[in-house]
């Protein structure tokens, strides 16, 4: 079995669980391939040099065929392991060193059980859609998709942004507000819920559209089928903007359009306990504190 370690720095909480997870790989005869930064946090930080086949930086070794990409650290190093495994459909298991955890679920409670599952080939897997954006500039470089959401924002707090959206041509509004956030179902538990956006179960085929901040409060959060085209403009009197996919930010201006629709290809997420998604939901909104339940 081959599996790749995508991980960032943890607390010294999790240095017993982080040592003793790669030593039941190594006994369990696992090709271990992990990132070159977790590697070098590993030795200096936690003092523990793991057995491994191959160090890689930004891309895995395209001739190995992986089982599944561990994702050590919190949601945000979840996401970044999406730009690892690409549209290779390796299985991703999300392993939570910090707080709150939504696709990052295994935790140090659940760690050695998830991996003997794992082992015995007893999970399953759901597809989970992104999105791709497109710019004539290609500010974002050669990774354009993202998991969670695509955001755009003011890059200070003294006026709005102006932000005409269109769905396959079809005009549907202009936000004046602090920004835009277009997310995937994955992401409707992350910026768009802060900004007062639905929570949309992860099978369902739809984008979402939050506005942050909008000047006018009739204007709600709106769910369209993902098959859609989805085309925003932007004017800022500061002539810049902040734009973000996921955890990746950057500064951009005069941008005539953005276009944003689903991506080609979808993220392998690993399922290893029942009914994981809402027994999420129940744990981490704290769903399951009223005394009637």
């Not at 523990?48 to 919190?74: C, R």
Request: charged share 20%; hydrophobic share 40%; net charge neutral.
């Amino acid at each position: 079995m081959n599996i790749a370690i995508y991980g960032r720095n943890f607390g010294n909480s999790f240095n017993g669980m982080a040592i003793q997870l790669l030593e039941e790989l190594k006994n369990s005869n696992v090709s271990i391939y992990i990132n070159q930064k977790f590697y070098d946090f590993l030795i200096s930080k936690v003092f523990y040099t793991p057995k491994v086949v191959a160090i890689y930086e930004n891309d895995l070794p395209e001739e190995v065929k992986f089982d599944f990409l561990f994702s050590i650290g919190g949601d945000g190093t979840f996401l970044e392991s999406a730009t690892i495994v690409k549209g290779s459909g390796i299985p991703v298991v999300g392993i939570n060193t910090g707080r709150l955890g939504f696709l990052a679920y295994v935790n140090s409670n659940n760690l050695l059980m998830a991996l003997q599952q794992l082992l015995k080939g007893d999970y399953t897997t759901e597809e989970r859609m992104l999105i791709e954006v497109e710019a004539e500039n290609k500010f974002y470089g050669n990774i354009n998709f993202c998991l969670n959401d695509f955001a755009i924002q003011k890059k200070s707090r003294l006026n709005m942004i102006k932000t005409k959206v269109f769905s396959d041509g079809n005009y549907i509004n202009t936000y004046w507000s602090d920004g835009l956030i277009i997310s995937t179902p994955t992401g409707s538990t992350a910026y768009s819920l802060s900004c007062g956006g639905p929570i949309v179960a992860p099978g369902s085929n739809v984008i979402l559209i939050t506005p942050i901040a909008n000047h006018n409060l009739t204007v709600r959060p709106l769910i369209l089928p993902a098959d859609k085209e989805i085309k925003i403009t932007i004017d800022s009197a500061e002539g810049k903007v902040l734009a973000s996919l996921d955890c990746r930010a950057y500064g951009i201006s005069n941008v005539k359009e953005i276009i944003i629709r689903k991506a080609k290809f979808n993220i392998n997420f690993v399922n290893l306990f029942e009914n994981t998604y809402f027994s999420t939901l129940r744990g981490k909104l704290m769903w399951g504190t009223d005394i009637r339940n």
